[in-house]
């Protein structure tokens, strides 16, 4: 058996479905193989491009295979998936695989939502709990330096992604802007994604000097908003996202 095969087995074992069903009795299986599939997706233990073969997912489930459409239909609608249509009855499903053109797309989507949390944060301090950002700030800077100084013993790319995509989160939610982080959690599971590829993407060339300015660039924005300066919050977010694209299309 290849190592894929073993790899899609663990990931795809009934066990999942009883486990989860364990501590929610009332959990759809449709749900459960959802938060599986995404889970993988995210963390790319599924391969960006990879086909979803639904029998086969069903199969070794050991459920139907109505479920695991559903699910796979759901993480299209959500953009972790695409769908190919080769004829009108037969439909093949990808995991998403994002393109130069996607990810600028992204990107500009991020650093609208964000740069404007980054204001708007700045222009009332007093909306967000500042020692909190400065600890997440800290963390980033922390797991960054140490990747850059040493990237065998330094914090693994999970924790790195976890405490960078918590500092976005807690800025943009902390706008208490309805309309900001209905825009944002519209697009929740495609930024997750961009998360883990930024983080994937940045560290593919361990330049130290790059992960090093990336490290502390959380920490300027944090000042610029404990400052109350909207505009120049505004561009350390402009600056720090637009850094993480550069690093990503001429890493990746």
């Known amino acids: 058996m290849s190592e894929q095969s073993k790899r899609l087995e663990q990931i795809f074992h009934p066990d999942r479905i009883k486990n ?3 501590v929610n009795p009332f959990a759809k299986i449709s749900d459960i193989v959802y938060d599986v599939l995404a889970e993988a997706i995210l963390s790319a233990t599924i391969s960006p491009g990879s086909r979803l073969n639904i029998a086969s997912i069903a199969e070794m489930m050991q459920i139907s295979r109505t479920p695991v459409f559903a699910a796979v239909l759901r993480l299209k609608d959500n953009g972790l998936v695409i769908e190919s249509c080769e004829t009108e009855k037969y439909h093949r499903y990808f995991v998403l695989d994002i ?12 650093k609208a939502i964000e740069a404007t949390a980054a204001a708007i944060c700045a222009n009332n301090v007093a909306l967000l709990n500042i020692e909190k950002l400065k600890k997440l700030a800290r963390e980033f800077q922390t797991v960054w330096s140490a990747y850059a100084n040493d990237d065998k013993s330094a914090p693994s790319f999970s924790e790195r992604e976890s405490v ?6 807690y800025l943009v939610i902390s706008t208490k802007n309805k309309y900001l982080i209905d825009m944002y959690q519209s697009l929740h599971e495609s930024l997750s994604y961009l998360s883990v590829r930024t983080c994937e993407f940045v560290a593919a ?9 990336l490290s502390s660039q959380h920490m300027s924005i944090c000042r610029a908003i404990e ?5 120049v919050a505004r561009q350390a ?5 637009d850094f993480c694209h550069r690093r990503c299309l001429m890493n990746r």
Request: no cysteine.
């Open 99 to 110: 393109s130069n053109e996607s990810l600028s797309d992204l990107f500009i989507a991020r």
């Open 20 to 22: 989860a069903q364990k």
């Open 227 to 231: 400052s109350g300066f909207p505009e």
């Open 164 to 169: 960078d995509k918590e500092f976005h989160e």
């Open 205 to 213: 060339k361990n330049e130290r000097e790059n992960l090093l300015i």
């Open 237 to 241: 977010m402009e600056k720090h996202i």
